[in-house]
Nanobody, 117 residues
Framework: QVQLVESGGGLVQAGGSLRLSCAASGRAASNYVMGWFRQAPGQERAFVAAISQSGGSIHYADSVKGRFTISRDNAKNTVYLQMNSLKPEDTALYYC??????????WGQGAQVTVSS
């Protein structure tokens, strides 16, 4: 099993940037497809971005394409989400996700991102 801990959330003005980190422990992160999801108040959890085990395949939600970048450093067991040109509608609790080859999902506790207008 893998344990995930997010960090790097906070309060930022619209147009600003933040970088989220997700540190994995237990089983090596290289065994998992890693991703980011977010949940705004009153809404369902939504996909943001995902990266394959090697980093060779990356996918983004349309709402963040061109503004967010997902990356991973398997030597550090860490996944990142660089968020630029932030908008108030990006405000949410951001969750790190790890999915194994059997489709089992593991989640972090979440990191709050708040974008003020």
């Amino acid at each position: 099993q893998v344990q995930l801990v997010e960090s790097g959330g906070g309060l930022v003005q619209a147009g600003g940037s933040l970088r989220l980190s997700c540190a994995a422990s237990g089983r090596a992160a290289s065994n998992y497809v890693m991703g980011w999801f977010r949940q705004a108040p009153g809404q369902e959890r939504a996909f943001v971005a995902a990266i394959s085990q090697s980093g060779g395949s990356i996918h983004y939600a349309d709402s963040v394409k061109g503004r967010f970048t997902i990356s991973r450093d398997n030597a550090k067991n860490t996944v990142y989400l660089q968020m630029n040109s932030l908008k108030p509608e990006d405000t949410a609790l951001y969750y790190c996700n790890a999915r194994d080859d059997y489709g089992h999902d593991y989640w972090g506790q979440g990191a709050q991102v708040t974008v003020s207008s």
